[in-house]
């Protein structure tokens, strides 16, 4: 839970894809949520960053290069496992319910790494 007048940071990875219409939906949701975020949380803040998928993984190199990786990523196309032996990553301890969002052999692979 973010504390009074902490920062989190999160990529949005954004599908290149997208047609305006939906870019624009996606991009009002977001903020919504964040709103949402930042009324249960007083004093938090989220700052989204978006990254189109065929540029993430470069961004998330040089981040890495800088040591300013986000503190959140939040994928749409893009494969967990790669990132995760690639060091963008790490896990994190997950509750039971939280584990039903990931298939078995998604769950034990990113466990065991």
């Known amino acids: 839970m973010a504390s009074m ?6 990529m949005v990875e954004r599908e290149n894809v997208l047609d305006r219409l939906n870019r624009i939906a996606s991009q009002q949701m977001l903020k919504e949520q964040k709103r949402e975020f930042e009324r249960y949380h007083p004093g938090g803040q989220l700052e989204l960053e978006m990254v189109n998928s065929d540029v993430l993984e470069q961004t998330l190199q040089t981040r890495a290069s800088r040591g300013l990786l986000p503190d959140l990523l939040l994928l749409v196309g893009n494969d967990l496992l790669p990132l995760k032996k690639k060091g963008y990553i790490s896990s994190v301890k997950l509750s039971a319910l939280e584990q039903q969002n990931f298939r078995p052999v998604e769950l034990s692979q990113l466990q065991s790494n």
């Open 5 to 10: 007048g902490s920062t989190i940071s999160v």
